[in-house]
């Protein structure tokens, strides 16, 4: 599978953006180059240099912690900035189409009707697993791309190894696993298997386990053709400096991240236990994730009810094969018993 003959043609032939820095490399005191201020930044920081376009001192600290090799590794503006890029880079408006497997993240979505793309939607099966015939018979000669969510939002279940194993074995796009949620789940990540695969795109961010969702930067790991792709049609320094600073820093403090992983997962089971004493609860389902989705007797309701005290969880009653359900995400312990408390005093 040639991963160079899927993007557009328009990319294929894009001579990209060439930044003051990419064309000198080397030893310098004077940089006279890139129309900088060059007495300084207002900021005791120094923020009057552009930021390194490819980011390699972040991308060297996130392979010693991922093992993925930095010519893998691409870093985006959260990981919608490498779902757009992906839409912008491998499919053609008005002609490809990609795959999305409902009820999932909204943004594939969002990103495919920007891009003028046909979305071709099969959705789960009841237990939210793959519909593996349903996906084998939407895929057509212009399928470029099919978004697989695992964990999977709004579900909160990772999805059967597998069957992700068919998907990528019969299928001759470039398939993306979300993995957002990863760091809650028993699951095994799919990065180690980027070798052999190169259709594969795994997506994680900083945004959840993490913490750094206000910060905006997200990972995409894929075969260096695929990340080569991305960077050329990416903004030349999407990634801040004080983004790549603050992410350089907190990369030190793994220890706090996976203390937090710790006690998320063990919140997660206590309050899924403590939700389904409550006679409302109809069902909760099993998460690998740092939410739980439940099904209510009155989801409008109950998700009004909340709000008045203050309390916002998501309302997932409109969304196919969620009906009913709301999302939850698992907080501290002290706002967890908020929420059981809340949901204890409301009238039947
Ligand atoms: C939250 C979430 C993301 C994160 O997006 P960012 O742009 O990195 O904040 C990605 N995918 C899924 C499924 C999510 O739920």
Redesign the pocket.
Known sequence: MDIKNLQRENIKNLRPYSTARDEYKGQASVFLDANENSFGSPLPENFNRYPDPLQLDLKDAISKIKGVPIENTFLGN???EAIDLLFRAFCNPGKDNVIILPPT?G?YEVSANINDVEIRKVNLLPNFQLDLEGIAEAIDANTKLIFI?SPN?PTGNSIIRTDIETVLANFNGLVII?E??INFAKQRTFIQELTEYPQLVV?Q?F??AWGL?GL?L?MAFASSITIDILNKVKAPYNISQSTQDLALAALQNIGQVNEWIKITVAERELLSKQLLELPMIRKVYPSDANFILAEVDDANGTYDALVEQGIIVRNRAKITLCEGCLRITVGTPAENSILLSALKSLKP
């Open positions: 959260g990981s919608d993240y943004m969510c939002n979300d957002a949620y997506l961010t945004s959840k969702a905006r997200g």
